[in-house]
T-cell receptor
Framework: AQSVSQHNHHVILSEAASLELGCNYSYGGTVNLFWYVQYPGQHLQLLLKYFSGDPLVKGIKGFEAEFIKSKFSFNLRKPSVQWSDTAEYFCAVKPNDYKLSFGAGTTVTVRA | ETGVTQTPRHLVMGMTNKKSLKCEQHLGHNAMYWYKQSAKKPLELMFVYSLEERVENNSVPSRFSPECPNSSHLFLHLHTLQPEDSALYLC???????????FGPGTRLTVL
């Protein structure tokens, strides 16, 4: 069965620190990859996605993610976080059908 | 605002009650989804509809009954639920199975 693993359950860091959230998946075929974010009290929204092409994907709000096929990974990064980046972050993987599989999520707390 | 609305936002019900969750999308999408989000667990896909036809019932107990009367509306009928069914129920829609999914704000359900 396909699974998505997010390495960190809760990350706490200070403003201006760099952020990297790990995501690995177990599906061996062609996949589409996503990072979603859920700010406190708000709905899930898409940060960025990878379908094909350049494995380094730029998203909104200064986030980027790198697809490394050999490692089955799609890690999310941001060089300098802000207090407003406090949220829960979800990695999701979708093969060429409709089933979007999510990781358990990583809670990111940014201290001012 | 993503164009996907859900009502009610909060629901408390007893185990013998019957209630319904409503989802509406204003995006002209053809696919709609129900997910269950429990604390510290990955989002679980429950049901998928494409052009008002159910294409997935992901081993969901029969006490959850979906209905898709048209491509803009999706319901989740609930009856004789259990306390462990307490969770955030998310609706999502997408143009097709390839495109990204847009999520609603969710209904926070508590079963007493």
């Amino acid at each position: 069965a396909q699974s998505v693993s997010q390495h960190n359950h809760h990350v706490i860091l200070s403003e201006a620190a760099s952020l990297e959230l790990g995501c690995n998946y177990s599906y061996g075929g062609t996949v589409n990859l996503f990072w979603y974010v859920q700010y406190p009290g708000q709905h899930l929204q898409l940060l960025l996605k990878y379908f094909s092409g350049d494995p380094l994907v730029k998203g909104i709000k200064g986030f980027e993610a790198e697809f490394i096929k050999s490692k089955f990974s799609f890690n999310l990064r941001k060089p300098s976080v802000q207090w407003s980046d406090t949220a829960e972050y979800f990695c999701a993987v979708k093969p060429n059908d409709y089933k979007l599989s999510f990781g358990a999520g990583t809670t990111v707390t940014v201290r001012a | 605002e993503t164009g996907v609305t859900q009502t009610p936002r909060h629901l408390v019900m007893g185990m013998t009650n019957k209630k319904s969750l409503k989802c509406e999308q204003h995006l002209g999408h053809n696919a709609m989804y129900w997910y269950k989000q429990s604390a510290k667990k990955p989002l679980e896909l429950m049901f998928v509809y494409s052009l008002e036809e159910r294409v997935e019932n992901n081993s969901v107990p029969s006490r959850f009954s979906p209905e898709c009367p048209n491509s803009s509306h999706l319901f989740l009928h609930l009856h004789t639920l259990q306390p462990e069914d307490s969770a955030l129920y998310l609706c999502a829609s997408s143009q097709d199975f390839v495109a990204q999914q847009f999520f609603g704000p969710g209904t926070r359900l508590t079963v007493l």
